[in-house]
């Protein structure tokens, strides 16, 4: 597994997300309710970046172009138009700095 750093924990604030621009595919990255989250950026209906969605409390993430809601923790769409799942990542937090780890 590669391990990609993300930020620093002070650095994303619960209730935002943040864009990592890696290979093979941009990772956007959550903090829902002080705990982190990571899906691919690209929405899996079209051409959206998640990062950019609407965070809800309770662990759901809309798609800001045709506002299909995903499950952060495990990428499952929730509503149409989206059918298709965001594959996830774990991510691990050590000495207040954040990682994601790509299969
Ligand atoms: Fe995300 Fe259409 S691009 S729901």
Redesign the pocket.
């Known amino acids: 597994m590669e391990k990609i750093f993300v930020c620093s924990k002070n650095d994303l604030p619960e209730g935002e997300a943040i864009k990592v621009d890696c290979q093979p595919e941009a990772i956007a990255v959550f903090n829902i309710g002080g705990s982190f989250h990571a899906m691919n950026d690209k ?1 899996s ?4 970046s998640m990062s950019e969605g609407y965070i809800e409390e309770d662990g759901k993430v809309e ?1 800001p ?4 809601l995903f499950c952060v923790k495990t990428g499952k769409p929730l509503c149409l ?2 059918t298709d799942p965001i594959a996830t990542h774990p991510v691990v937090v050590e000495n207040d700095s954040i990682y994601v780890l790509l299969k």
Do not use: R, V
């Open positions: 929405c209906h079209g051409n959206a798609c172009l045709h506002s299909a138009p989206a």
